[in-house]
């Protein structure tokens, strides 16, 4: 069984930042793309920045140069650094990653539970 867990998710005033983290844990025998989405009330769930295994990256306009998507293959841990956050940014967000659990061949798609992000004005 595999399983991602978030953290990091809090309160802060607009102009901040926040680190978000996920850990893959279980049965794990690689990991290919890991990603972070977010759903604001009222609004579709939206991919927010994606990170394949090589490490090239992809960002939502709406992030592009306040958002880094990164990741340590040793640690199985995907990370989001938030800068210059926004009120709009408040959203739950989630971890998703493509995993390939060990004695299986095919990647199976897995999501964390989710964490809050509130941005204040």
């Known amino acids: 069984q595999v399983q991602l867990v978030e953290s990091g998710g809090g309160l802060v005033q607009a102009g901040g930042s926040l680190r978000l983290s996920c850990a893959a844990s279980g049965s794990i025998f690689s990991i290919n793309s890991m990603a972070w989405y977010r759903h604001a009330p009222g609004k579709q769930r939206e991919v927010v920045a994606v990170?394949?295994?090589?490490?090239?990256?992809n960002y939502a306009d709406s992030v592009k140069g306040r958002f880094t998507i990164s990741r340590d293959n040793a640690k199985n841990t995907v990370y989001l650094q938030m800068n210059s956050l926004k009120p709009e940014d408040t959203a739950v967000y989630y971890c998703?990653?493509?995993?390939?659990?060990?004695?299986?061949?095919?990647?199976?798609?897995?999501w964390g539970q989710g964490t809050q992000v509130t941005v204040s004005s």
């Open positions: 990170i394949d295994s090589s490490g090239s990256t």
């Open positions: 998703n990653a493509d995993v390939r659990a060990r004695y299986t061949s095919f990647f199976h798609n897995y």
